[in-house]
């Protein structure tokens, strides 16, 4: 099986200050949201302040006030964009697999390696308390992203609807603790490709395990 790439890990790099009416229509949102992304990655959720987002865009204090709002706004763009990003990742690789049990590993896959190449992004889009939670964009994003395990799921388990929902809690529960776990470097270091590779395996090893290819149910 091929194995995907060990993730880039984010490095602070030199900005040049560049005034707000030097950005073109959109530019400056997409600067903040890529710097946000980047101080996410270095430091966590405790490390973000919107001034510092403001620095690394090379414009004003109150400039991401203008776009967003406030830090929870800028930080809902964050995630939802991370939703956006995830469900069509889910997406992709289903749609390279035959047979629900293939997909299903398949998306497993994808979901950790998401996680690992976007940790900043990752972890944002599950801290609610950081996030404008009523955002009806947030809502769509992260049901949608949600549906494209539910809908393999559907097709893994059959039953009830509510048997392929709790399925479906049961495999996002799974791989996602398993992302969260792997940020954590519980499986293997993330500083070099090979530690990348062994958690990869590891991971191939549980999906293999919770879904054998020779179950009679699938």
Same mark, same amino acid.
Request: no cysteine; aromatic share 6%.
């Given at each position: 099986?091929?194995k995907?790439?060990?993730?880039?890990?984010a490095?602070?790099?030199?900005?040049v200050?560049k005034?707000?009416a030097?950005?073109?229509?959109?530019?400056l949102?997409e600067a903040?949201?890529?710097a946000s992304?980047a101080?996410?990655?270095?430091h966590?959720?405790?490390?973000?302040? /919107?001034?510092?987002?403001?620095r690394?865009?090379?414009?004003?204090?109150a400039a991401?006030s203008?776009?967003?709002?406030?830090?929870?706004?800028?930080? %809902?763009?964050?995630a939802?964009?991370? *939703?956006?990003?995830?469900a069509?990742?889910?997406?992709?690789?289903?749609?390279?697999?035959q047979g629900?049990r293939?997909k /299903?590993?398949?998306?497993g896959?994808? *979901?950790?390696e998401?996680?690992l190449?976007?940790?900043?992004r990752?972890q944002?889009?599950f801290?609610?308390?950081?996030?404008?939670?009523?955002d009806?964009? /947030?809502?769509?994003?992260?049901?949608?992203?949600?549906?494209?395990?539910?809908?393999?799921i559907a097709e893994?388990v059959?039953?009830t609807?509510?048997?392929?929902? %709790?399925a479906?809690?049961?495999?996002?529960?799974?791989?996602?603790g398993?992302?969260?776990l792997?940020?954590?470097?519980?499986f293997?270091? /993330?500083s070099s490709?090979?530690?990348?590779?062994?958690?990869?395996t %590891?991971l191939?090893?549980?999906?293999n395990y919770?879904?054998?290819?020779?179950?009679?149910r699938?």
């Amino acid at each position: 099986m091929t194995k995907p790439n060990a993730p880039a890990r984010a490095k602070p790099s030199p900005r040049v200050p560049k005034p707000e009416a030097g950005y073109h229509h959109g530019e400056l949102q997409e600067a903040l949201i890529a710097a946000s992304e980047a101080i996410l990655a270095e430091h966590g959720a405790e490390g973000f302040t /919107l001034r510092e987002a403001a620095r690394r865009a090379g414009v004003s204090p109150a400039a991401p006030s203008h776009h967003f709002g406030n830090a929870q706004g800028l930080l %809902t763009e964050v995630a939802i964009r991370g *939703y956006n990003a995830l469900a069509g990742a889910l997406r992709d690789a289903a749609s390279r697999k035959q047979g629900a049990r293939e997909k /299903l590993h398949a998306q497993g896959l994808a *979901y950790v390696e998401f996680a690992l190449r976007h940790p900043g992004r990752f972890q944002m889009m599950f801290a609610n308390k950081r996030l404008v939670a009523d955002d009806s964009r /947030l809502r769509q994003a992260s049901r949608a992203a949600g549906r494209e395990f539910e809908a393999i799921i559907a097709e893994l388990v059959g039953g009830t609807p509510k048997e392929a929902k %709790t399925a479906a809690a049961a495999a996002w529960s799974t791989v996602h603790g398993f992302a969260k776990l792997a940020l954590e470097e519980k499986f293997g270091s /993330l500083s070099s490709e090979a530690g990348y590779r062994e958690i990869m395996t %590891t991971l191939n090893h549980v999906l293999n395990y919770l879904w054998p290819a020779g179950d009679a149910r699938r």
